[in-house]
Each structure stands twice: as structure tokens, then as C-alpha cells.
T-cell receptor, first 111, second 109 residues
Framework: NAGVTQTPKFRVLKTGQSMTLLCAQD?????MYWYRQDPGMGLRLIHY???????AKGEVPDGYNVSRLKKQNFLLGLESAAPSQTSVYFC??????????FGPGTRLTVT | KNEVEQSPQNLTAQEGEFITINCSYS?????LHWLQQHPGGGIVSLFM???GKKKHGRLIATINIQEKHSSLHITASHPRDSAVYIC???????????FGKGTKLSVKP
């Protein structure tokens, strides 16, 4: 099993550009999450999904959109990137809410 | 005030020392996690506990629900234990995890 994978691992965007981050899991997990990690702050939840076709907002959803068309994939989109979205993004998945399996992270820089 | 507070923020130890990292939280919870983030960035779950104590190898995690406090202990520390240790609690109306800022541990040989 690959576990949780994220694509890409690194990306540099110019302000105003758009991109999509892909998270994939092969553990048949119902729950999937997108977090961002910034220096001096704990992981913050952007959006999450409790099953295929469902999404919900987390703590810091503004500027991001998500989709969960297939159970194994959870996509995070930035429609118009801003420098404030420079961060490391982690995807996670779980059978139930408490225990989560994390992907390796995507380092995004917006200039 | 942060809902999950960890102390210390940074910790340097000599190989072999006994290490304690603390986590205090202000919300009602049903579970608490300890996670480890390696220098390369990957995050792995170490423990999930809702009461008492758990042990895995040289790592021990305890929780006191009444005092809203948990500790992570590392016995006989080793340089490979160098990482950021993150406390997270399952709480709030949506039941999602709330994370502390992490404790950066550096173990010197």
C-alpha cells in the first residue's frame, strides 16, 4: 500500500495563478482532510470530507476549494493564489475521525 | 488563548537523557493524539489515548482528563528521536483535530 500520496511535492506560483493539489489514498478511508502548516503555528484545517461527494469547511477555508468525486481522491484548488497561501500543505485520511494518516506534504510558494 | 498549548517549544537534550514534553488543552475532548514530524516533514501518529497511559518502546504517553493535561516521555533518548512532537485533541462541535504548535526536540550525541 502506498498510503497517502500528494502531488506535487513542490510548486512555485505567481500571484493570481491557479493550481490543484491532489491527494490520493489506497486505504479505503472515508474521511479525508487538507491542512496547512505555517511557521510558529499548529496545523490548521482547511477543508475536509466525510465521504465521497461530500465536503465541509474547516478553520481556514477562504481562498480554497475542494472536491471529492472519488473516494480515494481529495483535490484542493487555489483559484487565484496569494502570497499568504505560501505554506506546506498536508493531506490526511482516516477510518474514523481521531486517528489520521498523513501524506508527505506539498511545499507551495506564491511570489 | 490557544486551545492546545505545548511546552517547551524547543528542547535540547544529550543522548540518554529522559525527556518530557507537556500538552495542556482547554476544550472537552474524547481523544488526544501525539504525533511526530520528522526533519524531512513527514508526520506519523505515535499514540492516541483517552485515559491512562500507553507505552510503545521507549515512548510513554499519559493523560489526566481531570487536569486536561498530557505528557509524552522518551526514555534513553537517541539522536534519531530528534523531531517535532505535536499534540492534537479531538474536540469542538465538528470533532476535528485541534493541533498544538509542536515541540522541537534535538538530541545531541
Amino acid at each position: 500500500n502506498a498510503g497517502v500520496t500528494q502531488t506535487p511535492k513542490f510548486r512555485v506560483l505567481k500571484t493570481g495563478q491557479s493550481m490543484t493539489l491532489l491527494c490520493a489514498q489506497d486505504m479505503n478511508h472515508e474521511y479525508m482532510y487538507w491542512y496547512r502548516q505555517d511557521p510558529g503555528m499548529g496545523l490548521r484545517l482547511i477543508h475536509y470530507s466525510v465521504g465521497e461527494g461530500t465536503t465541509a469547511k474547516g478553520e481556514v477555508p477562504d481562498g480554497y476549494n475542494v472536491s471529492r468525486l472519488k473516494k480515494q481522491n481529495f483535490l484542493l484548488g487555489l483559484e487565484s493564489a496569494a502570497p499568504s497561501q505560501t505554506s506546506v500543505y498536508f493531506c490526511a485520511s482516516s477510518y474514523s475521525r481521531p486517528e489520521q494518516y498523513f501524506g508527505p506534504g506539498t511545499r507551495l510558494t506564491v511570489t | 488563548k490557544n486551545e492546545v498549548e505545548q511546552s517547551p517549544q524547543n528542547l535540547t537534550a544529550q543522548e540518554g537523557e529522559f525527556i518530557t514534553i507537556n500538552c495542556s488543552y482547554s476544550v472537552g475532548i474524547s481523544a488526544l493524539h501525539w504525533l511526530q514530524q520528522h526533519p524531512g516533514g513527514g508526520i506519523v501518529s505515535l499514540f492516541m489515548l483517552s485515559s491512562g497511559k500507553k507505552k510503545h518502546g521507549r515512548l510513554i504517553a499519559t493523560i489526566n482528563i481531570q487536569e486536561k493535561h498530557s505528557s509524552l516521555h522518551i526514555t534513553a533518548s537517541h539522536p534519531r528521536d530528534s523531531a517535532v512532537y505535536i499534540c492534537a485533541v479531538k474536540g469542538g462541535s465538528q470533532g476535528n483535530l485541534i493541533f498544538g504548535k509542536g515541540t522541537k526536540l534535538s538530541v545531541k550525541p
